[in-house]
């Protein structure tokens, strides 16, 4: 495991918050490490529920949160450690690793680098009412929607700490990207918070990121930055951003452990229409929750790599089956896979996600069109053009 040192003291805020998820705790299983490989602690559940997964007995499902004030100061619990889903390995899970060594492909599992799709386009010009989203590797999408250009997780860099290279080439040149209208951030690990990326942005541009994280942009003096908890939202020309739960955790240094937020997020267009954006995370039950949340969701991004050892990976990071279910769980018209063909994290040969994903998709029964695996730096454009009602989640409330 590398373990990288960046300060995240000097969180300033006026605003009390309290934390909109109530969490009860139980162990579990683990694994983890390195760069998003990891996570620690007990298990954030919904209320009630002593198993981790829905009950049909359940209270119903709390109205939608209206909008947050933007770049609102907040204050914040000290740790988020109650809302893992897994605790850190223990000693003997610790010991295995050593024993078992680095959790990288072998050479047969690396021949295949030359044949990773890659096949950089331009970024497709759309109007207000039309979503595309563009693949520049990883977790970073250039999602056009509700007439904003969004960037996920934006990493343009060749190397991340404690990684190797990058295998595939950046899918989308810097140059070649529309005016960045805002960014969101699942969480703080480093393949997906990269700062010489974030630099190249203007200090102005707003910046959605988990509760807790709002001081690492600060620092850096960006001066629209909103964080948020789970189930919260906020509004940016009448594009709701919607940030939610995900089997994941946070770590940027040796003594922040779990100090800020990991989720994923739910993009609303003025119409209606829907995309989501996974983040980094394992599969659970967050994915029926947040589909019955957030009904009608047009495409989800979805990860697929970085899953072999099961038994180090399996809390944090879907393999492709369970990305496929996990959209099965959303309630998601179409998936598009990410989190693999860029970074080398894991041991799976570097083509299996692929193919992989495309098998459990044909065996579900699902329609080949409705998967859209991209080559890095391809794009898609969603056509549904028939007329759509503002999309409202259960007992929204309306702004």
């Not at 969101?184 to 203007?202: G, I, M």
């Not at 769980?329 to 970074?343: Q, S, V």
Request: glycine share 8%.
């Amino acid at each position: 495991m590398t373990q990288q040192s960046e300060s995240t003291s000097g969180r300033t805020a006026t605003t009390r918050t309290t934390p909109t998820h109530k969490a009860t705790t139980h162990k579990t299983t683990t694994n983890t490490a390195g760069t998003g490989t990891s996570s620690t602690g007990t298990t954030a559940q919904e209320p009630g529920d002593p198993t981790g997964h829905p009950s049909p007995l359940a209270a119903p499902l709390p109205p939608l949160a209206a909008p947050r004030p933007p770049g609102e100061r907040r204050v914040w619990p000290r740790s988020f450690h109650d809302r893992l889903t897994a605790p850190l390995p223990g000693i003997k899970t610790l010991a295995r690793f050593a024993r078992e060594g680095a959790v990288r492909p072998g050479r047969e599992g690396l021949a295949d680098i030359p044949l990773l799709p890659f096949e950089p386009g331009p970024v497709p010009r759309v109007d207000a009412d039309t979503v595309a989203v563009s693949w520049a590797g990883h977790a970073s999408w250039v999602v056009q929607i509700g007439g904003l250009t969004v960037l996920t997780d934006p990493v343009w860099s060749r190397r991340i700490l404690g990684t190797p290279a990058r295998i595939t080439p950046v899918g989308v040149a810097w140059s070649a990207l529309p005016r960045v209208d805002a960014v969101v951030v699942s969480h703080n690990h480093y393949d997906h918070l990269d700062a010489p990326t974030l630099r190249r942005l203007p200090r102005d541009t707003p910046v959605f990121v988990p509760a807790g994280l709002a001081g690492w942009f600060r620092r850096r003096r960006f001066t629209q930055v909103t964080e948020l908890d789970w189930w919260e939202a906020a509004e940016l020309s009448r594009v709701r951003f919607d940030f939610v739960p995900a089997h994941h955790w946070s770590k940027r240094t040796l003594v922040d452990t779990c100090r800020s937020l990991w989720g994923g997020w739910v993009l609303t267009a003025p119409d209606g229409q829907r995309v989501y954006f996974a983040g980094d995370t394992g599969y659970g039950h967050w994915f029926t929750r947040i589909g019955e949340r957030y009904p009608g969701i047009d495409l989800a991004l979805l990860p697929i790599g970085a899953y072999d050892p099961r038994w180090w990976l399996s809390d944090v990071h879907c393999d492709p089956e369970e990305a496929v279910r996990a959209a099965q769980d959303l309630g998601a018209r179409r998936m598009a896979p990410m989190h693999w063909a860029t970074f080398v994290l894991s041991a799976e040969p570097v083509l299996e996600p692929l193919t992989r994903v495309r098998a459990a998709w044909e065996k579900a029964g699902l329609d080949r069109e409705d998967l859209w695996d991209l080559p890095v730096g391809g794009s898609r454009v969603l056509n549904d053009r028939t007329a759509r009602r503002p999309a409202q989640g259960r007992g929204e409330l309306r702004a």
